[in-house]
């Protein structure tokens, strides 16, 4: 019995080796070469930390009026952590690599299903975990990883097509649905698509309703308490729900190209490995068999290359002042960010990395659309057959809401590139299966991509990081010696909203206020008269006085760090 189960182990080791050397390389990366130290908040992380610490303290859940975000099921992960391992932005950005763990796991699990082998299912995981953009929000406590892993989850535990199904294990799966739905909004899309297709079935065979109750019964139950306390106990955020649709841009077609390439252009640089496995399995010679596809090629590359320059500036990542724009909470609104992080301030000579990312994105894109093209026969055939019983619904699933978080990137008015989280996870989970023909021999430049993503990673968040490291230490210098918060001017405004702003209980009936109107009464408030004001900037300011100035720098860049006080005072 012993030797069996020892053989069991053994067996699954050797199987899923390439996924164990993946998470010890993560593990070292984020334990040893850049652990998430540092206590400062990143993006808006400082607003769901407040809930979380909160929810942790005194079991009872508060929002502000901040969050447009559902953000139960995310403050609720936080709040568990911090409850285990002590209220820390450690504990809070460990909950989210732990959480963007589980999305790897479920794409490993979700690529294995779908037919690739263990060494493809591995490549998925360390495609997704170690992107620029999930490896940074992975320093965060934001909830884009959160929505995006459980909705990866939700994937990866979808029943197959077939016999009918357990009614408790779909309730579970209801209840999992609900959780997608009550940390971000956008992670519900596969839930809502795979009832509909529950419902579909109903409709069309006269069966399975029992199926479909407990699918539904258990989200909207859950989902239908979320909106009686919101509204009646805690108070509508002034911010929920609040994210501008914006439909007239289908109208407007040259907004609407701009948009949408600029969307591609991301999407497919943040997928560089994959489009290099991809180019292995794309018949090039066939295409190019003849002059005429000859011609046409060249006409598409020569059109290709007119809208690349034409639209340069819509590459979303690297376009503005640090290596990765994904965000840990870039300090654009501090004096001086603009003149100390341009392009032109790092010793790599960022302005030639920004012309290299461009070119290599330009070139990824093609390929992805060509191999679309090509085997957009198997894609739609597995929609089109989801009527089929001896079917498996979840490429078609994956499908569906990979279009669907397509369409809503580009209808959002004010696009964040950490909202391509979903994307960036559906698009592994649904190209790399079609990949896995390709043989041994393909793989030596995939990983060799996969090495320079990891560096980019790396060089990305090490630098914002140090930025945010050395600018919270000025302000930590100024509170040792006995400087109050409501004494900053200038201050970067998650600072200032993590001092005067916590979770209010509000009843219902009370009109919110937003925020910052908030913000600016307390701030006012608590100040005195005759206190000396300080700030914490990147460069001098007229009207003030230097106290100090911090040299700091990054593996990529140096700057200083500004600290001044009024001088009229």
Known sequence: MRSSIFRLVARGLREHRRLLLIAALYGGLTSLVLPPLGEFPNIDDWDYAAAARQLAASGRLQFTDYPAMTLVSHVAWGAAFIRICGDSWLTLRVSTMVMAWIGGLSLYAVSRRLGGSPRLAAFATASYVLCPLVFALSYTFMTDITGASLMLLFLSLLPDGGAPHNPWKLAGLSVLGAACYLARQPAAIPFLLYTALVCGQCVWDGRRWREATALILPAGFLVTLFFLWLNLINGAPAAFGKIDLDFALLLQ?????????????????????????????????????????????????LLWLALCVG???????????TVTEAGLGVLFSV????????????????????????????????????????????????????RSKSNDPLPGIVLGSLTAHLLLSVLIEYLFDRYLVSVIGLSLALFLPIASKSVARDWGLPWVAMAGMIAVSLLGV?????????????????????????????????YRRMWFYTPRYRYAGVQPRYLDHVLEDDSLNHRAADQPRYAVTFRPLPGWTIVRTTPSQSWIREWDVYTLRRQSE
Request: net charge positive; charged share 15%; proline share 6%.
């Open 462 to 494: 090490q630098d914002s990081l140090s930025i945010s490291r050395s600018y919270a230490a000025a302000i930590d210098r100024l509170k040792r010696e006995g400087v109050q918060p409501q004494q900053f001017d200038e201050l970067w405004p998650p």
């Open 311 to 321: 639209f340069r500036q819509e590459l979303r990542p690297f376009r503005n002042d």
């Open 335 to 386: 004096p001086g960010w603009h003149e100390q992080f341009s392009a032109a301030s790092t010793r790599f000579g960022i302005s030639s990395f920004h012309a290299a990312v461009l070119a290599v994105s330009a070139c990824a894109l093609p390929v992805f659309l060509i191999f679309l093209a090509l085997q957009s026969h198997r894609l739609w055939g597995q929609v089109v057959s989801l």
């Open 253 to 301: 077609p040259k907004g609407l190209v701009s948009k949408f390439l600029g969307i591609l252009l991301e999407t497919a640089l943040l997928l560089i490995p994959l489009a290099v496995l991809l180019a292995f399995r794309t018949p090039w010679r066939t295409l190019f068999r003849t002059r005429l596809r000859q011609a046409l090629f060249l006409a598409a590359g």
